[in-house]
């Protein structure tokens, strides 16, 4: 079996020689001593606050939370415009501050807390609230789970107040690795993977020697097409690809499976993250999603984190490291080997899968370019949701956009410049198809 390696040609992108970023964990991490950091509960709960509670990241967190209130705090939570289940948090978790972006349902929350036998929370609205929370004077981390490029403002305040990042927004690294990682390595501050594939990197390399590691191999279900030929692919629909194999997702991140883009955009993550090259950062199809990812150790020795799919482990260890903390088995359920049953593996068809060889070269160009990738890529995904282009498109278009985008490329690009021409993907992707520069196949229908 051969896994696709980071070294295999790329589709369209030129290698830049481009800047080099300090990665969060360069390869390794050392483990803390005993006796150097607060061990959880000893002297009350550790105090986190968190962006998006009312999204799916907040809401495990706060499960999390719920299970373990002499463990885990959270006194600062902020929300979009959700006040239904945000005011039902407000009472359960009682915070001190509340951050809501859409101000305009601020006169909704206050009314759905009016009847609170507590002093209702500090509520602060639009932008403000999202960085009042991510710099709340009392939190050692933020978990950031606000969903694309609205989360990096927040996340460069709470690195400048020096809060440890739990990292679950993408787009954080994917576009803004260029100027967060040279950040959080200025004010000393960590950024801990909560996705499932980089947490599993990140447990693997809890206490490698420096040179210790090898290669990352991220393993990935395969998605709606895993077991499609190729040739049939003309064929597919939007419902054909929304039917994940193994999981109920959202809509986008099912298609993102079915193109392995969320793969390819992980390699990107990876390559920021633990500062490995592309050249050995692998991908392998692991169709029963036991194994979350791998690394290869310098002696050529393999180590793996395997468990049930469930986003709360990946979420429990950012708030938990370097401890880990004891869970029940009913709502933890134990991996039992004979149940699991066989775990096979396979190499991504780059025929069927193109986006890969895209990722890898937009990885390789750096600055600029792989949050144009990302941009690109979600406004494209909506485009075929929406019916305008073929599934074979997205791919088609994405490229398209990241070769536009060569003459306007930042290699070193501020943050202000990654936030701009995040917007300006997303519009030149849609304007490819409404202008007609660009034409579509013809949308298969059910």
Partial sequence: MAPVAGSRPAVHCRATGGVQVPPAWPGRCAVPEPGT????????????????????????????????????????????GNVDLLAEQIREF??????????????????????????????????????????????????????????????????????????????????????????????????LPADSEHSALFQ????????????IILTASGGAFRDWPTDKLPSVTVADALKHPNWSMGKKITVDSATLMNKGLEVIEAH?????????????????????????????????????????????????????VMCSEETWPRLDFVKMGDLTFRAPDTAKY???????????????????????????????????????DITRVIEACCEKHRAEFVAAPTLDEIVHFDGWARRATAELISSGAFTPQAVATA
Wanted: hydrophobic share 40%; glycine share 10%; aromatic share 6%.
């Fill in 94 to 191: 009682r915070p001190k501050l509340v951050g809501l972006q859409n101000a305009a349902r601020e006169k909704d929350l206050r009314a759905l807390l009016s009847d609170m036998k507590v002093e209702c929370p500090e509520i602060v609205t639009g932008d403000a609230g999202n960085v009042a929370v991510a710099t709340y004077k009392d939190a050692s981390a933020v978990i950031t789970g606000i969903v694309g490029c609205a989360g990096l403002g927040p996340t460069v305040a709470a690195i400048e107040a020096g809060k440890d990042i739990c990292l679950a927004n993408k787009e954080t690294l994917i576009a803004g690795g260029p100027a967060i990682l040279p950040l959080a390595d200025k004010h000393k501050v960590r950024i």
């Fill in 204 to 215: 693997c390399i809890q206490g490698l020697p420096e040179g210790g590691l090898r290669r």
């Fill in 272 to 324: 920021y993250l633990y500062g490995t090259s592309y050249d050995n950062i692998d991908i392998v199809i692991h169709p029963q999603s036991i194994i979350h990812s791998m690394v290869e150790t310098a002696d050529s020795s393999v180590l793996a984190q395997l468990g049930w799919p469930d986003m709360r482990l990946p979420i429990l260890y950012t708030m938990s490291w370097p401890e880990r």
């Fill in 37 to 80: 950091y607060p061990r959880l509960g000893a002297d009350g709960p550790k105090v986190f606050s968190l962006l998006g509670s009312t999204g799916s990241i907040g809401t495990q967190t706060l499960d999390i939370a719920r299970e373990h209130p002499d463990k885990f705090s959270v006194q600062a939570i902020a929300a979009g």
């Fill in 354 to 392: 193109p986006s890969v060889n895209l990722a890898y070269s937009a990885g390789r160009d750096g600055g600029t370019m792989t949050g144009v990738l990302s941009a690109a890529n979600e406004q494209a995904v909506e485009l075929f949701i929406d019916g305008k282009i073929h599934y074979l």
